[in-house]
């Protein structure tokens, strides 16, 4: 039901990833990331993908859903799932504050076309350009985040950044496997 | 060719497949014994665009096909040839054939050469019935798919056209647009031999030259009686940027040069230039790709997006008048400010329905089918039936335009296979030998009625009966009212045809159209008397995209119930409430049992004022047949939503069919409710 809506919403995003699918083409030799903090790490998406940022604001809960998932915010019509990503990284859950930020993402998922959600981050920090042969592989330590939700690691002067592939952390698909494992419940 | 035609091919498609339909239902309206020549210039002027259109793609298949019908309709149109029902069957044929090459070539597949040359052979057949040949066959043989050689052309008022003389002068612009005359020449050269003569006295010094420029004038022999139709299309793109003339060469003319001995027909057909198939081949590969991305696109009355950009408009000046307040907001110009913010709700109400009206379309997009259908089946049935339409204008959303058009199909079928009766069986029983079944659409209220109105024999209550009986499908001493017996015919696998024909009666339509009707939100009435006929109504939404809702909260959230599932809302007494076996929980109301389902714990909702029911409500609600009450803190509202899709940016979650956005902004989801009573089923 209701599914027609949503086609002409997905053409103004499907042309909007279009030119930013074009631009990542062509940006081969360096790379903007929006960089952010969550619990005192920095962490980083490619900026062509960030279509807004905005502050937090109260959500409508969406039931059944895994945790991380805040619930639905109406962006100008369009209702767009919250993911608060300290929960969806198991890290420990933090207040609301006024510097709370959602940045709105567009995701590629691949099977059900382009998708746009927002993550919650305790604040922005600042854009970087990123060679890509300053790019390093995630280290795998064990750590809090599989790597596999990772494009790779910056090591800067002052920080160290890590870079998410929003597309597969993002993909709602991928949802339902993590929460199994991490939740065991639907 | 710099220009990506796969662009075009879209349009191309969309304005053929509207053709054909206009040819349809065209060839459908002709009267056999008074032929209005306005009907045949319709069908002809049709056919035409697409030949046109399909030769600038270089669907070469298709122009070629056309050709032969248009020549056909030509000679009807200009009144050498009677219109005959064979000669009109032929034509419908071909244009399923037509519609059939043109989806082949939409989606990429290959077109089956067997089925068209069948038809063409048709056609040809046609065309080259005896006392009926004329000039405008030479140019149909010229088709590749029939080898048989024809007659060459004779007028009986004239000595035979061997050959013409053409002068041809383009003017200087004829370059400009985009007309070629090497390929004009090439294609002249396809009807027969043709010598050509340049003429290079209006051409001027080379310092003077625009290349875009044409100076050139041709002098040109054509050989070969060609029918003067088939030169003037040629160069029937340039009309008006050239002067034309063209002088007949008649047998006997001193001036005939010595190869008109050689009819056109036999000599050998001047191979393709090159260009032409690999074009073919590229506007192939090209049309692939287009379906892979394929479109969903609509066309808008201009009416109405003029509508719109008045409202766009009006809202613009409201903007401006409330900004212009703003700026240097006193208290004296309060009045004026609610003035604007009332101004400007109005207007945007009014947007909101205008655009809402562009997804209208009407009706007769699902109906104009129709006459096809009911002109084949009653001549395979050998019935007479009279279709009439009514209500065609009224409006509908486009979803729902192609989601009826199947369940119609098979009422309409229904009707005319098991409703009207025979011809003599008709007369025997005093009514005119031509049945009618109508088609009759309308408004009411929110919603839009079909009506699928035949006057045969109706439905014969005992008969269902027996036969529901019969299959097994109701206990022999039930007691049925007569909807309800009426009814039985949407049971699966009822079927009354004593025998099963290919057009109805295995008894999987009517449930499928019942199924279809209800899962656009709509519902489906019979009322019929035995012998008079029956009537089928038709009951759908207007609408999917907006939903009488009502609003309903627990705890902090809120959520909307189609308003057509609730049935009534009730405080709960404990006395009344049933646990059974320790867990799940049943109302009872009017002696029915309801399953109850907590939404606070359904959907984990921490926040619920009502813990234990007495304290809130009990709405009950229907889906799918099933009865079941949902427990909520309190009823808010009801109010028309817009639908939103979760499944856009998320997915999909159970008992969840939306969502909508509330007028202070935020979000509420809309209750699916056979989803959420599967939900509480686990």
């Known amino acids: ?186 | 060719m710099a220009i990506d035609m796969a662009q075009f091919h879209q349009v191309f498609f969309e304005e053929s497949f509207e053709g054909l339909d206009a040819m349809e239902s065209g060839l459908l309206n002709l009267d056999m014994g008074d032929v209005n020549v306005d009907d045949i210039n319709t069908i002809f002027r049709a056919a035409h665009s697409i030949k046109g259109g399909s030769g600038t793609f270089g669907f070469t298949a298709v122009s070629d096909f056309t050709h032969v019908m248009e020549t056909l309709l030509d000679e009807m149109r200009d009144g050498r040839r009677k219109v005959t029902q064979t000669a009109v069957n032929v034509l419908l044929g071909s244009v399923d054939c037509l519609r059939e090459m043109l989806q082949a070539i939409k989606d990429g597949d290959t077109i089956d050469p067997a089925a068209v040359g069948a038809h063409k052979q048709a056609l040809d057949q046609e065309l080259a019935h005896p006392g009926q040949a004329t000039a405008a066959i030479a140019s149909a043989s010229s088709s590749t798919m029939t080898q048989q050689p024809r007659p060459p052309a004779v007028d009986n008022d004239q000595p035979a056209v061997i050959g013409w003389t053409i002068a041809f002068s383009p003017h200087l612009d004829l370059l400009k647009t985009g007309n070629e005359p090497v390929r004009m020449f090439r294609e002249l050269a396809t009807l027969g031999e043709l010598t050509s003569t340049v003429d290079l006295q209006g051409l001027p010094d080379l310092f003077d030259l625009d290349p875009e420029e044409c100076h050139l004038s041709w002098k040109l022999v054509l050989n070969g009686a060609v029918s003067p139709d088939a030169i003037d299309e040629v160069f029937a793109w340039v009309e008006g940027e050239c002067d034309l003339a063209r002088m007949p060469i008649h047998g006997e003319h001193p001036a005939a040069p010595p190869a008109m001995t050689i009819p056109a027909q036999d000599a050998p057909r001047p191979p393709l230039p090159a260009s032409i198939p690999s074009d073919g081949k590229d506007a192939k590969k090209d049309d692939t790709k287009a379906s892979g991305k394929a479109s969903n696109s609509i066309r808008v009355d201009t009416s109405k997006i003029d509508t719109l950009i008045n409202m766009v408009g009006e809202l613009v000046i409201t903007q401006s008048m409330l900004s212009l307040i703003g700026d240097r907001f006193e208290v004296n110009k309060l009045d004026q400010l609610k003035n604007g913010l009332s101004q400007l709700e109005r207007h945007t109400r009014e947007l909101q329905e205008s655009v809402m009206n562009i997804r209208m379309l009407p009706i007769s997009f699902v109906f104009s089918r129709f006459p096809r259908l009911a002109h084949d089946l009653s001549s395979k049935l050998g019935k007479k039936v009279e279709l009439k339409l009514v209500g065609e204008h009224t409006e509908v959303d486009k979803t729902v335009v192609e989601l009826l058009s199947d369940p119609l199909v098979h009422l309409v079928r229904n009707s005319l296979d098991h409703g009207i009766e025979m011809p003599d069986i008709r007369s025997a029983v005093g009514k005119p030998e031509t049945g009618t079944v109508t088609l009759d659409a309308y408004h009411r209220g929110g919603n839009i009625v079909i009506e699928v109105r035949d006057d045969g024999k109706g439905l014969d209550k005992d008969k269902l009966r027996a036969k529901a009986i019969e299959k097994g499908l109701i206990e022999p001493d039930a007691v049925l009212s007569d909807k309800q017996t009426y009814e039985l015919i949407f049971m699966p696998g009822f079927s009354t045809a004593e025998a099963l024909t290919d057009i109805s009666g295995r008894g999987v339509g009517m449930d499928v159209v019942r199924r279809n009707i209800q899962a656009l939100g709509g519902n489906i009435d019979i009322a019929s008397e035995l012998g008079k006929g029956s009537t089928i109504a038709i009951h759908l939404p207007l609408t999917l995209a907006i939903l009488d809702g009502q609003s309903i909260a627990v705890g902090d959230e809120t959520y909307i119930v189609p308003l057509g599932a609730i049935i009534e809302s009730i405080n709960i007494t404990d006395d009344r409430v049933n646990r059974v076996a320790g867990k799940g929980e049943t109302f009872l109301l009017r002696g029915e049992y309801l399953p109850i389902i907590r939404m606070h714990d359904i959907f984990n909702v921490a926040s619920a004022k009502a813990k234990r029911l007495t304290e809130g409500l009990l709405v009950v609600v229907e889906g799918q047949g099933l009865r079941c009450g949902l427990f909520v803190d309190d009823l808010l509202g009801q109010q028309q939503v817009v639908i939103k899709s979760l499944e856009a940016n998320y997915r999909r979650i159970e008992g969840v069919s939306g969502a909508t956005i509330l007028g202070d902004g935020s979000v509420a989801l809309i209750l699916d409710i056979p989803g959420l009573m599967r939900l509480a089923h686990q």
Do not use: C
């Not at chain 1, 030799?29 to 502050?55: D, M, N, S």
């Not at chain 1, 691949?110 to 305790?122: C, E, H, L």
């Open chain 1, 1 to 186: 039901m209701g599914g027609f809506l949503a086609d002409a919403e997905r053409f103004v995003i499907a042309s909007e990833s279009a030119r930013m699918t074009a631009q990542n083409t062509t940006d081969q030799q360096a790379g903007q990331y929006l960089t952010f903090e969550l619990a005192g790490e920095a962490y980083g998406v490619e900026i062509l993908k960030v279509r807004e940022i905005r502050g937090w604001e109260p959500v409508r809960k969406m039931p059944n859903t895994p945790r991380f998932v805040k619930g639905a915010l109406n962006l100008r019509g369009a209702i767009v799932p919250i993911i608060d990503l300290r929960e969806r990284f198991n890290m420990e859950a933090a207040p609301y504050t006024p510097t709370t930020v959602v940045i709105v993402i567009s995701v590629e998922t691949g099977a059900s076309g382009p998708v746009v959600m927002g993550i919650v981050a305790d604040a922005v920090s600042d854009v970087l350009d990123i060679e890509p042969n300053a790019l390093r592989d995630a280290p795998n330590l064990g750590s809090k985040i599989n790597t596999r939700y990772m494009r790779g690691m910056y090591v800067g002067k002052h920080q160290m950044v890590m870079l998410l592939d929003v597309d597969k952390l993002l993909n709602p698909e991928e949802f339902v496997d993590l929460d199994s494992l991490s939740t065991g419940q639907p």
